[in-house]
């Protein structure tokens, strides 16, 4: 087997991890190989082949470039946990703020639910209203708020501000329609009370009923009078 010479420190750091285990090997005093081994590389450097002076160098360049091995593979290895550790924080806010979302949901539509429960608790009947003589528009939009729901009066009123301004002696010349909704025939005002030709309140009672029933709320008859003109 043929050996060169050391060329200087480059060779001897480049060729140490190598040099290094078969040194020890000779070191000890081991001359036992394995017969299937390959023979050492003519160009390899032994560390024996190093001037004592710069084996210790030799040495601690090859201890350097494992620790840099390993501090390598330790910082792929944070970097893995860190990046594990951000997506399991991301899920839990997700997760959080979801929670958050529903739970301000829930609350909302409880609180709607109160709302609409004491709007309702607070309206009073057709038969509730003195009766008078006469009325002004804004005299029955007065009894109109006290009977509809607060959060369905504006489409109420958006409707019978169309369909009559708020004149409940109102009559359409041609069709007969009558009173605040234009009720056609007029007698169907007769269901909610015998008093409708006089009675505002009456009518409003009517109205709402109506709106309730066909559409589900005055919102939603508004909805539909709003794409037809009618309702």
Known sequence: ?????????AVASATAVTAVGSVVGVATGSTAQNNDAEAPAADVTLLADIPAGQQAQVQTASLAQQADAQAIAADASAKKDAEEAARK?????????????????????????????????????????????????????????????????????????HESSWNYQAVNASSGAYGLFQ?????????????????????????????????????????????????
């Open 89 to 161: 924080a991301a899920a839990q806010t997700a997760f959080a703020k979801k929670a958050e979302a529903e739970k301000a949901a829930q609350e909302a539509k409880e609180r709607k639910e109160r709302e609409e429960a004491t709007s309702r608790s607070a309206t009073r009947d057709a038969t509730s209203f003195a009766v008078q003589s006469s009325y002004t528009a804004a005299q029955i939009q007065a009894m109109a708020r006290q009977m509809v729901p607060a959060g369905q009066f504006q489409c109420f009123s958006n409707i019978v501000n």
């Open 183 to 231: 009720a056609l025939p007029a007698g169907k005002y007769a269901s909610a009370g015998a008093d409708w030709r006089t009675n505002p309140a009456t009518q409003i009672k009517w109205g709402l009923n109506y709106m309730n029933g066909r559409y589900g709320s005055p919102c939603q008859a508004w909805s539909f009078w709003a794409a037809n003109h009618w309702y």
């Open 1 to 9: 087997m043929s050996r060169i010479s050391v060329r200087g420190f």
